[in-house]
């Protein structure tokens, strides 16, 4: 699984446009995977019925989760949409909360969707050639919301651990959707109901 | 000094090939500045005598140095030679030295030189689109062996600290100079002068 010494040091490529290693491998998010994640089920559930399309993939490289490394890669957010909702990540806190993440837009456009445990919101337009900056204490999620996929190089510290679940049952305050032709971020509609 | 909002995100861009901000600011080394760091200083100040070269510049943001938050930016070190030593950065161990670094390859060729404590020397060659992982407790210049700038994208724990002064007395065991024509790695004149 690891074949990078993280003691010694390491080479490793990304091509700096599509994001693609020759080296490493891959691990594929797909639809199925993100079940309820997209707040049109009805049009999740149609797609599924043809098809389980790759929403996104990132390189993991099996950085030990030690203090003082550094974890990175490439994540490669294919465009799409279930619904008016774009494709996206599913979205993570760090476990070790108060860690930061950067993350250096290679390729494509859309937001990097942020929130705080106190639900303080940011979004974010990425485009080639930024660096988001994902502060301490805050979840972020990417959507593409180009015609073409999304590249962002990211770092951050090994031992920030993942924590996907409080975002799997909770999700985002907000969400980016296709409105008149163009991106809009609106409330997310599962929010609005809880809040009735 | 410091415009970005470390503590709820910001946007800064760097170009995907050049390296170059519109927004932020670099700070330069120039030769002068790095007086007795290349073996051959009759050269430099032959050199000097002329002209004050810029060696290399890099992007400060003003990350402020706490616990979980990561410093990064882009390094532009420009092609050339003193004697036959090719331009390299000074070269810095982390003051909390077991912390690792990331290097983004955009553009250029070269060597990152490594060499920790005990004396365990490393030279990963740089390429564009590769990343140089630097291990923790290793010290790390860069080299470049090209005919264009090296152009290279890091990012490192916030609070890992910077500690030149080792470097600037020592030195480093391996050098790379220009030899019939193309690079080579050779032990530095300074170490062996000491060892004899």
Known sequence: MNNFNWDSGFLVDFDTTTGVSKTAKTTQRRLSQMKGMFYDEKHTDKILEKEDPVIYEFYELGCPERAGD??????ILYPGKAGNEYYMT???FHTK???AEVYYILDG??????ENLKGDTVEMPMAKGQVVYVPRGYSH??????DKPLILFFTFAADAGHDYGTIETKGYHKIVVEKDGKAAIID?????????
Chains 1, 2 share one sequence.
């Open 188 to 196: 997310s509609p599962r929010w609005k109901e809880a809040e009735v």
């Open 70 to 75: 550094l974890a990175f890669g490439t994540t």
């Open 97 to 99: 909360i108060d860690t």
């Open 109 to 114: 456009e859309g937001y990097m969707v942020m």
């Open 90 to 92: 599913k979205g993570h």
């Open 141 to 146: 999620r990417a959507v593409n919301i180009g």
